[in-house]
C-alpha cells in the first residue's frame, strides 16, 4: 500500500509538470478512472470583494495580484489599449487554450476553470479589469494539493505575453 501511494505521488507530480502549460498542451483525455477525481469543490469565496480579487492561502498553490506577500504575489497587467478589446483578446486567448471553460464573464470580470491533462486537476483563474485604471487584477490557484510546482504563476505570465505580444 505505502508503494502505491509513493508512485501515486509521484504521478501525479510528473502529471502536474508536463500537463498544465497551456502553451504546450495538447489535447488528451484524462487517463481512464481518474475522471472526477481529482477535480476537488469549485471555490465559493472567490469573486471581487472590497473592489478587489482575494488573496491567496498559505499553501503555495496559488498566486494573486492581492497578495501581500512575495511567494503568492503576481502583478497585475497593464494595459494602454480600449478596455473591450483588451477583454475580447483575452477572452480570445483563454478559449483557446485546451481542456478550459469559462465559468463566468461580465464586462470586467471572468473566471475561468483549467483542468490539467492526464490526472484532470483544476485550478481557479480570475481576472478583474479595475475600474478608472488600465490594469487587470489577476489570481489563479488550485483546487486540491498543497503545491503547483508554479503552474499557475506560469499560466497567468503566459496570458500576460500573449496579450502583450498582441498589443493589448
Excluded: W
Aim: with cysteine.
Amino acid at each position: 500500500m505505502q508503494l502505491f501511494r509513493v508512485l501515486l505521488s509521484l504521478l501525479v507530480a510528473v502529471c502536474l509538470l508536463f500537463t498544465s502549460a497551456p502553451a504546450i498542451a495538447a489535447p488528451v483525455a484524462v487517463l481512464p478512472g481518474l475522471k472526477g477525481v481529482f477535480t476537488g469543490t469549485p471555490p465559493t469565496d472567490i469573486g471581487i470583494h472590497d473592489a478587489q480579487l482575494i488573496s491567496c492561502p498559505t499553501s503555495p498553490n496559488c498566486v494573486s495580484s492581492s497578495a501581500g506577500d512575495d511567494e503568492h504575489y503576481i502583478a497585475p497587467i497593464a494595459y494602454s489599449a480600449q478596455k473591450d478589446a483588451v477583454r475580447d483578446k483575452l477572452v480570445a486567448i483563454i478559449k483557446n487554450q485546451p481542456r478550459t471553460n469559462i465559468i463566468e464573464q461580465t464586462d470586467s470580470y471572468i473566471l475561468v476553470e483549467f483542468t490539467s491533462r492526464l490526472m484532470g486537476f483544476v485550478d481557479d483563474a480570475e481576472f478583474y479589469f479595475l475600474p478608472d485604471e488600465k490594469t487587470i487584477a489577476m489570481r489563479s490557484a488550485a483546487r486540491l494539493g498543497e503545491s503547483d510546482l508554479g503552474v499557475n504563476r506560469r499560466r497567468l505570465e503566459q496570458f500576460r505575453l500573449a496579450l502583450q505580444s498582441l498589443g493589448a
